[in-house]
């Protein structure tokens, strides 16, 4: 199949990336989520920030998952990333408007520019006091291609393939949380993985 390379490529890169529980109890059940969203979205723009807590410990696993993902197996960078994301969302919510869209994607939105920003942290750390006499061919690396081409996705489909290669979802639990059908998942998940496998080529 056209998509398999991309598929692979995703739970390879996904399999193994676990997100800690803040407070042991793990994220609320799916059912509950949207609807919980809404209410405490309200409560927290109005300044409530035991509501942006509940937020919080709802949402940072699949963010937690979204940044390692991104940056590596580093526990620590990820970790700061993620509460970085959380404290950029704090900052942003009296501007957030209720699209229809899961909050978490508006959260993988900040954590994007979040993991951006540290990429570049880490380009600038990096010793540059003696340059290489000849150049040489860079290390390739699988994930960051595959961060990359994700990216490029366009949103819907950038969405589907986060909330189920790296939040974990069910395709009917992306279809519970984009308030669409199982059917429309299927076929944005097959667009998009068919997109992922052209960008990634046969490498």
């Known amino acids: 199949m056209t998509d398999e390379v991309a598929r692979v490529r995703l739970r390879r890169n996904a399999a193994n990336i676990q997100a800690p529980i803040p407070d042991g109890k ?9 609807g919980m969203d809404r209410g405490l979205l309200r409560r927290a723009q109005e300044g409530d920030r035991e509501a942006f807590g509940q937020l919080y410990r709802i949402h940072h696993p699949a963010v937690f998952r979204m940044v390692r993902f991104a940056l590596g197996a580093g526990g620590a960078d990820a970790e700061d990333a993620a509460a970085e994301t959380f404290a950029r969302a ?19 939105g900040i954590a994007r ?4 920003d540290e990429r570049r942290r880490r ?16 290390v390739y690396d699988d994930r960051l291609d595959l961060v990359a081409a994700i990216e490029r996705l366009p ?23 984009l308030h669409t059908t199982t059917g429309a998942v299927n076929a944005k998940q097959w667009r998009a993985l068919k997109a992922l496998n052209e960008m990634l080529g046969e490498r």
Do not use: C
């Not at 949103?155 to 279809?175: F, M, S």
């Open 155 to 177: 949103e819907e489909q950038r969405t589907v393939i986060e909330l189920k290669y790296v939040a974990g979802l069910t395709n009917p639990e992306v279809a519970a949380r």
């Open 123 to 138: 380009m600038r750390l990096e010793p540059r006091d003696e340059l290489p006499e000849q150049a040489h061919e860079p």
């Open 113 to 116: 520019h979040v993991v951006a």
């Open 26 to 34: 793990g994220e609320a059940s799916l059912a509950n989520v949207s």
């Open 90 to 108: 704090w900052k942003a919510l009296p501007r957030y408007t209720d699209t229809g869209a899961p909050f978490v994607s508006w959260l993988y």
